[in-house]
């Protein structure tokens, strides 16, 4: 008498020397994944992953312009906290055509191999909005301050980047 349904296989065993003939049934509902599942399942993995890895070019040339604009922010800062204790008579003489450097941390930097950043000043007079030339009443109270901060080394396609600092003559 056969203890399994006609549809099911059935498997022999082997014993010792001899062949015993020993019938147990096998289930269809097998645990596990097919083949054609895993392969779609990997080809659907290698493709987020292939989207993944492409963005990461432009997340990181992102990320090193963002911490180059904070850079220069910074640097604008200290030269203008530098401008304001900096006495307003004395202007075009320190600040003229001055040249600084910074190093990649935004910190001043006198070591050759160390710097980053190049900052040049110049001083122009102060232009109004509004106003087609810079001539005014109060020109002579305020100045315009150029900061034209370079990466280093220099290449020659990279543009530098340039800010407009107004100081105010406030007496000292």
């Known amino acids: 008498m056969n203890p399994c349904p006609p549809n099911q296989p059935q498997a022999s065993v082997l014993l010792s020397a001899s062949v015993v003939e020993r019938k147990t049934c096998w ?21 987020c992953l292939l989207a993944v890895v492409g963005l990461l070019p432009v997340g990181l040339t992102t990320l090193r312009q963002a911490t180059e604009q904070s850079i220069e922010s910074q640097i604008v800062q ?71 901060i370079t990466r280093l080394p220099e290449v020659p396609s990279a543009t530098p980047s340039r800010f407009n600092l107004m100081v105010v003559d406030s007496g000292n």
């Not at 001083?123 to 009443?137: D, E, K, Q, W």
Request: charged share 15%.
């Open 78 to 148: 200290q030269i203008n906290s530098e401008l304001l204790l900096h006495p307003f008579s004395q202007l075009s003489t320190g600040y003229a055509a001055k040249t600084f450097y910074f190093d990649e941390e935004g910190k001043p930097s006198s070591i050759e191999g160390r710097t980053r950043y190049k900052v040049q000043t110049s001083l122009g007079s102060a232009t109004y909005p509004g106003s087609a030339n810079a001539a005014s009443p109060l020109d002579d109270s305020m100045r315009m301050v150029q900061v034209e």
């Open 27 to 47: 289930s269809i509902k097998l645990a596990g994944f097919s083949l054609v599942e895993v392969t779609l399942a990997l080809g659907l993995t290698t493709f």
